[in-house]
């Protein structure tokens, strides 16, 4: 198939074929798999496209394609070590409850495993143009 | 009696706390020690679409954690449950990978050997406790309740790895439910995602696949849909409004964790179960499970 291909098909992400492996990972697409495997269980030829799914969005990622969602959760796990900060409110909401307090967690020993693969580095990177 | 080490992950102390009230208040009656697990971090889940090394190693610094502390993990959660079973069933396949991790996880003082299973809260009633002990405990048959199940995808794609129910026609929770006393009733797509994980990234799509569920949960005639994945029962019961407000429709669906439907059939308040916590208030269907 080529670039030049003047009979074009329209895909379900509303792009065109033939894609360039820079429109896969410049696009919003790959970043619309909720990773729910269901194609890795349908497939017959055991293709196990959620894994490629994943590898495809780690290179989109080193691109600087993050969506500000998951740029923004993955910032807050490099920084306290979990997805989200909980606010106080919900903190007390615990105690209100009965439950006991929130385990605490050594955010410099995380972040020192996160820095060892350049996570820091990744969501520091943004998107070119 | 089962003894575990309690991983409760971020979302449920975020945003889901009456997940972790049912389930630790059904787990005292039910003889299932919780341990709560100290220093745990983030399972991985959500940043493994940004780097798989860096998921790779949240959750196995948890794995490792767990090991340290001598105890088996048991999560709430479909998505810390998947990524930490799959974490660790990939470092046991890849003996290269694992030198790799350990090797990081060796400049924090921790080590994987692989000692320590995760079992999410569902293998746990199934395995630990058993479905005829859960039987006698029902003292209070909700036998005037019509519900629908949803399991959830991390619990049971894929299917050749995590070996459990059948994705298409989920099986286990209705049998779960069945216990309750309450009908469960079936629709079509049972296994569909419930699209907490594309949320940030396209919240119109996500949402549509509430609307979704919700419709054929209604048109089944279910009158609360039950789940057993924080993630999911954010999507279904928080998000009900904005799902409501993108379709026009009211839907008024209460969206009750297991614990909870467990809990009332077991004659436990609905305070002590967090049910007051709903986003989509409960009330018709406390008004249909009442002792």
Known sequence: MSRQNEEKIPCEGGRRFPWSLEDVLKGKEIWLCASCFTCVDRCPRGVDFTYISIALRNLAAREGNIPDATRAVASTVLETGLAYKIPASRLKMREKQGLPPLPSVNAEQVKTLLEAVGLGEILAKKPEG | ?291
């Open chain 2, 1 to 291: 009696m089962a003894r575990y080490l309690l991983y409760l992950g971020c979302l449920i102390p975020y945003r889901e706390i009456s997940y972790e009230v049912s389930a630790r208040r059904i787990a005292r009656e039910l003889d299932i020690e919780l341990v709560d697990m100290p220093d745990f971090n983030c399972c991985g889940f959500p940043v493994d679409g940004v780097s798989h090394e860096a998921a790779l190693l949240l959750a196995a610094r948890n794995l490792a954690i767990a090991e340290r502390e001598g105890m088996d993990i048991m999560t709430l959660c479909n998505g810390c449950f998947a990524t930490l079973h799959h974490a660790a069933l990939e470092m046991e396949e890849d003996p290269e990978l694992r030198a790799w991790v350990n090797e990081q996880l060796a400049k924090v003082g921790l080590e994987f050997t692989g000692k320590v299973h995760v079992k999410h809260i569902v293998h746990v009633l199934l395995e630990d406790v058993g479905l005829e002990k859960l039987k006698e405990k029902v003292t209070n048959p909700l036998d005037k309740l019509v519900v629908a199940e949803h399991t959830g995808c991390h619990l049971m794609r894929p299917a050749k790895v995590m070996k459990f129910d059948d994705p298409d026609n989920p099986r286990v929770l209705k049998e779960l439910i069945a216990i309750t006393g309450a009908k469960c009733v079936d629709y079509p797509d049972e296994g569909q995602c419930c699209g907490g994980p594309i949320l940030g990234v396209d919240a119109k799509m996500a949402l549509g696949l509430v609307v979704d569920k919700l419709r054929r949960v209604r048109e089944a005639g279910a009158q609360a849909l039950i789940t057993v994945c924080p993630d999911c029962h954010f999507m279904y019961d928080f998000n009900q409004p904005l799902a409501e407000r993108q379709t026009g429709e009211k839907f008024g669906i209460p969206v009750l964790h297991y614990t909870q439907l467990l809990g009332l059939a077991m004659g436990i308040s609905p305070d002590e179960l967090g049910i007051g916590m709903l986003r989509v208030k409960a009330d018709k269907v406390l008004e249909l499970t009442k002792g």
